[in-house]
């Protein structure tokens, strides 16, 4: 699996700054999302010329350095992108949790559990001190960030180390707070992107859902008001998505749910299943899964209980209590309580490897 010679010779791109930024010889970075990147997926990406990334909330450190090493295993010498959350741990509420057990127990009697069993707690880690040491003894040379940025101490580290910064914006305002904060690049992410909406700016829920921008209207417009690289991300799951995200002042794009459908990443097969099922009209932001809104296809419990509930408990506990109920449907050959994050452009996707659908989407994005 090496470099064809298209994606090693220097390319037509008309903005080259993102290829100059992160060394690399296609526009192409391949979306972190988080359970489903494999470091086998970053090196695909790597190795036919796009930035491949590790998606760490959910890794230990452990993980991490492990991870870390495949990819240099695999795809010497190329940049890695390594991807981090920036939230803070919500402070204990035990009412709104038992609120939220409540609101499950009909489905545990269903499936045969006991409601008052303790579930396991659910979360995701943000960037903190132990990771930013890890990111200064493993030296990734793209480090970025969702849900704004780390506090500046931790943010002068990384950006000691000669890591590129970059960290998602779904606003203008978001954009002009990550230039004005050191960003190298920002990623413009449009309301169509599956997984975690990167929002920080604001905590009201009903602006985090929304008041938000797509893609295609949000990317001229923060092209237009900074003055670093911009990465369209949102709704781009083949070539023409890439050349209009590039004409509209992109300078490269992150890809998301088109990798999904890859060998490489992992996914449990209910969640492959609703992906081939999914269209333009049947995903939807909820919170039900983490407690903060994300883009995946619907099932039984966001139709049920409403894809956007104030129940919920606060990002990201909120998956603990529906983890027993994923077990037991998943077991059974059923989505029905499982995050099947997609974007809205999904049934766009090349059915490719990971290592063959950045080489397609490049020179498709070349013909458009």
């Not at 494999?38 to 998606?55: D, K, N, Q, S």
């Not at 997984?195 to 604001?202: A, E």
């Given at each position: 699996m090496?470099?064809?010679?298209?994606?090693?010779?220097?390319?037509?791109?008309?903005?080259?700054?993102?290829?100059?930024?992160?060394?690399?010889?296609?526009?192409?970075?391949?979306?972190?999302?988080?359970?489903?990147?494999?470091?086998?997926?970053?090196?695909?990406?790597?190795?036919?010329?796009?930035?491949?990334?590790?998606?760490?909330?959910?890794?230990?450190?452990?993980?991490?350095?492990?991870?870390?090493?495949?990819?240099?295993?695999?795809?010497?010498?190329?940049?890695?992108?390594?991807?981090?959350?920036?939230?803070?741990?919500?402070?204990?509420?035990?009412?709104?949790?038992?609120?939220?057990?409540?609101?499950?127990?009909?489905?545990?009697?269903?499936?045969?559990?006991?409601?008052?069993?303790?579930?396991?707690?659910?979360?995701?880690?943000?960037?903190?001190?132990?990771?930013?040491?890890?990111?200064?003894?493993?030296?990734?040379?793209?480090?970025?960030?969702?849900?704004?940025?780390?506090?500046?101490?931790?943010?002068?580290?990384?950006?000691?180390?000669?890591?590129?910064?970059?960290?998602?914006?779904?606003?203008?305002?978001?954009?002009?707070?990550?230039?004005?904060?050191?960003?190298?690049?920002?990623?413009?992410?449009?309301?169509?992107?599956?997984?975690?909406?990167?929002?920080?700016?604001?905590?009201?829920?009903?602006e985090q859902t929304t008041s938000q921008v797509g893609t295609f209207a949000l990317v001229p417009q923060v092209a237009d008001a900074v003055a670093i690289p911009v990465i369209a991300a949102g709704g781009v799951a083949d070539g023409r998505g890439v050349r209009a995200a590039l004409t509209l002042g992109a300078s490269a794009v992150q890809v998301g749910t088109a990798y999904l459908f890859t060998p490489e990443a992992k996914i449990p097969a209910v969640h492959r299943a609703a992906l081939e099922e999914a269209r333009d009209d049947n995903t939807a932001l909820t919170n039900l899964f983490t407690g903060r809104p994300a883009r995946g296809v619907l099932n039984r419990v966001m139709r049920e209980v409403g894809p956007l509930s104030p129940d919920a408990p606060a990002f990201p506990t909120a998956g603990g209590a529906l983890a027993p109920l994923r077990a037991k449907a998943e077991a059974q050959g059923k989505g029905d309580f499982t995050n099947l994050w997609s974007g809205q452009a999904a049934r766009l996707a090349p059915r490719l490897p990971a290592y063959e659908l950045t080489l397609k989407l490049a020179a498709d994005a070349r013909q458009a």
């Open positions: 090496t470099p064809s010679p298209s994606a090693s010779s220097p390319a037509p791109w008309a903005d080259r700054r993102i290829l100059e930024l992160f060394g690399i010889q296609l526009p192409i970075l391949l979306g972190p999302m988080a359970g489903a990147g494999t470091p086998e997926l970053a090196i695909a990406v790597a190795r036919a010329g796009g930035l491949g990334a590790l998606p760490c909330a959910q890794y230990t450190a452990e993980q991490l350095v492990a991870a870390v090493a495949a990819f240099r295993a695999g795809a010497p010498g190329l940049p890695l992108n390594v991807n981090f959350f920036c939230h803070v741990p919500p402070a204990r509420d035990p009412v709104r949790a038992l609120r939220w057990r409540s609101r499950l127990a009909p489905y545990y009697v269903e499936l045969g559990l006991d409601p008052e069993e303790t579930p396991p707690a659910g979360g995701r880690t943000p960037f903190d001190a132990t990771f930013c040491t890890l990111v200064e003894e493993l030296r990734p040379e793209v480090v970025s960030f969702h849900f704004g940025l780390p506090e500046a101490a931790l943010l002068a580290r990384v950006k000691a180390t000669g890591a590129k910064v970059i960290s998602s914006a779904t606003t203008v305002a978001e954009a002009r707070w990550l230039e004005a904060r050191g960003c190298d690049a920002i990623i413009a992410m449009g309301l169509e992107a599956g997984g975690h909406r990167g929002v920080f700016l604001t905590q009201d829920p009903s």
